[in-house]
């Protein structure tokens, strides 16, 4: 019976995601001590599932809690890594040039504010031109080719915890600020504007507050990821995959899930991987990812974590029953 | 007794249909007052209009001595007026207790943490009768306790004027008696005026003291329930007018039609 109620209680469920996740990341912490000295090859490959990982974090949070439907999130990764890259350049060192480059995505963000008058199906389509728009305007502005300089190339080792700590600041960060007012207001909205905004829920103002904080995430990943590749240039504004792979990610974790885009990120990486490895070819990845997005759309719509979770609830519950029959027979 | 809310000539049109027709009522604090009239006659556009989903296109709506017309649902909410909807609209893939929290965080209450609303809550659920159901998500409760549950939402912000919406609609006799204990209960302890639109005529009757009757967004009758129920025009609006033996039936339900047309 006690382990019938432990399951039944959603509020306890978060709780121990959560610490799973937390003890994940303890793992990943220490995973370099244990690894053979150099073995630099799976410490990029960490590498770039934190950057997917924190991309994921960030379109989970403005498309699955808060409704969000934006097709644009290259604007704030490539936003990120040209910022960060000119910063450095400009002569600042690593760390304050990604802080910059994500302060430069929340600043953007607050500037698309005003496309929220948009009914929400435009307003996809508007996220999805605006990257097209920014390229010429970075080109003026900042530079076309961004290179990481010399001093600022740092061995896999530290690009590897310098992205544990990014992910970590962004699961937790995000898992807090969903446990919080925001979040209440934020999840509110994903569900029905017109029943929040009758209880008083300020639409615009929290919507923005997702906006300006994916965008700050996602910018980081960017800038991150100029770190990770070490030089980009401003084509990179055109690449759909990252405006479209995290929110594929998104959808097959679990959207609007707090386990849903560690999962995600996690599954895509291991095909991303395997393909790579064994396939030799960068095509293969996205026709199986492709074809895992189909099924996972076919069989489970919601999402693998929730319908995982759901899954172990009927079986504990069902164990729990048999154990009181048992009992009172 | 102050006025608490007055309408002041408002109309409200879609297109070519006006939905409300230069409609002037008010409401005293503390009165229970009902809206009742056939399908189409503009009863959940009044309170559309009220809470800040439509904006009237002439006339003025004021709220504890304030113009509240144009201003949005939220502001709205937070001035202390609270709704239930029609059709419900509970969060589905909150628990019942998070629904109601969102309620108690950003209405009249704003109350400041998600944790120190939970016993305000809790002890709202416990007066709607959903205490036992907190931790289930809203989806996997029934439709009575989904109507619970958009009433416990409106109590959480803390509202001073209270529209319920059919509230008592598809619920059995029993629970159509609790609700009205509810009522009665919160108007006494908390000093909560309502208005309540509603087709179930017994609980006007029993509840209401006031009742404005409307047709075609046109205020045709308001007295006490009894005055209502003898009033040959109200009488008119529901029934049609009397039917001479030979005609067939037609004219009444066709126009049925288009008003339910309309509403929607």
Redesign the interface.
């Known amino acids: 019976m006690m382990a019938l109620n432990f399951s039944v209680l959603p509020g306890k469920r978060g709780t121990i995601s959560s610490t799973i996740v937390l003890f994940g990341l303890l793992c990943a912490a220490v995973f370099p001590l244990v690894l053979r000295q150099t073995n630099q090859t799976s410490l990029l490959l960490f590498s770039i599932y934190f950057v997917w990982l924190t991309l994921a974090q960030s379109w989970n949070l403005m498309g699955g809690y808060a409704g969000l439907l934006n097709l644009g999130l290259v604007s704030f990764f490539a936003l990120g890594a040209t910022v960060s890259g000119a910063s450095m350049h400009a002569g600042l060192s690593l760390a304050p040039s990604i802080l910059l480059g994500g302060l430069a995505g929340a600043l953007f963000a607050v500037a698309l504010i005003p496309t929220f008058r948009l009914r929400s199906d435009y307003f996809a389509i508007a996220t999805l031109v605006i990257p097209v728009l920014m390229k010429p305007l970075v080109e003026f502005f900042i530079g076309t080719d961004f290179l990481v300089p010399s001093a600022d190339i740092t061995s896999a080792i530290d690009q590897y915890y310098i992205g544990l700590v990014i992910t970590g600041f962004s699961i937790f960060g995000i898992y807090l600020l969903m446990r919080s007012k925001v979040g209440y207001a934020l999840k509110a909205i994903g569900e029905d504007e017109l029943a929040s905004s009758s209880l008083g829920v300020n639409i615009l103002l929290f919507k923005s507050i997702a906006l300006v904080v994916g965008g700050f995430v996602a910018s980081i990943a960017g800038s991150y990821f100029l770190e990770y590749i070490g030089s980009i240039n401003s084509t990179i504004f055109l690449n759909l995959t990252y405006s479209l792979f995290p929110i594929f990610m998104v959808i097959i974790g679990g959207i609007g899930t707090f386990e849903g885009p560690i999962l995600g990120a996690l599954i895509f990486s291991v095909v991303n991987y395997s393909t790579e490895n064994y396939f030799s070819g960068s095509t293969y990845d996205v026709l199986l990812f492709s074809v895992v997005i189909m099924i996972v759309a076919v069989l489970i719509p919601r999402g693998i974590a929730p319908s995982a979770l759901a899954l172990t609830k009927r079986i504990t519950s069902r164990h729990s029953t048999k154990a009181v029959i048992s009992q009172t027979a | 007794m102050a006025g608490l809310l007055s309408l002041d000539g408002v109309t409200k049109s879609f297109g070519g249909v006006t939905a409300v027709k230069g409609l002037s009522l008010s409401v005293d604090e503390g009165e229970i007052v009902g809206i009742i009239g056939p399908n189409g006659a503009g009863k959940t556009t009044v309170f559309n209009l009220i809470?800040g989903?439509y904006k009237p296109n002439a006339g003025r709506i004021i709220f504890q001595g304030t113009l509240i017309n144009g201003k949005?649902?939220?502001q709205i909410?937070?001035l202390g007026i609270?709704?239930t909807?029609q059709t419900v609209?509970?969060?589905?893939?909150?628990?019942a207790i998070?629904n109601v929290?969102?309620?108690a965080?950003?209405?009249?209450a704003r109350i400041?943490?998600?944790s120190s609303s939970r016993e305000y809550c809790e002890k709202i659920l416990q007066v709607v009768g959903l205490y036992q159901k907190r931790?289930r998500?809203a989806r996997e409760l029934t439709l009575a306790e989904q109507r619970k549950l958009e009433l416990a939402?409106?109590l959480?912000?803390r509202p001073q004027l209270l529209m319920l919406d059919e509230l008592m609609a598809g619920l059995t006799s029993a629970e159509i008696s609790e609700e009205l204990e509810i009522i009665r209960m919160l108007r006494a302890e908390h000093k909560i005026t309502v208005m309540l639109i509603e087709h179930v005529m017994r609980a006007v009757m029993q509840i209401c003291e006031r009742v404005i009757v409307l047709d075609h967004g046109v205020r045709i009758a308001e007295g006490t329930p009894a005055q209502i129920a003898s009033d040959p025009l109200v009488i008119k609006a529901y029934m049609g007018e009397r039917i001479k033996t030979g005609n067939k039936p037609e004219e009444t339900t066709s126009a049925d039609q288009e008003s339910e047309a309309s509403e929607s």
């Open positions: 809470a989903i949005n649902p939220f909410c937070k609270a709704r909807f609209r509970p969060f589905p893939k909150m628990t998070d929290i969102v309620g965080l950003f209405g009249r400041s943490s998600p931790d998500l939402r409106a959480a912000t």
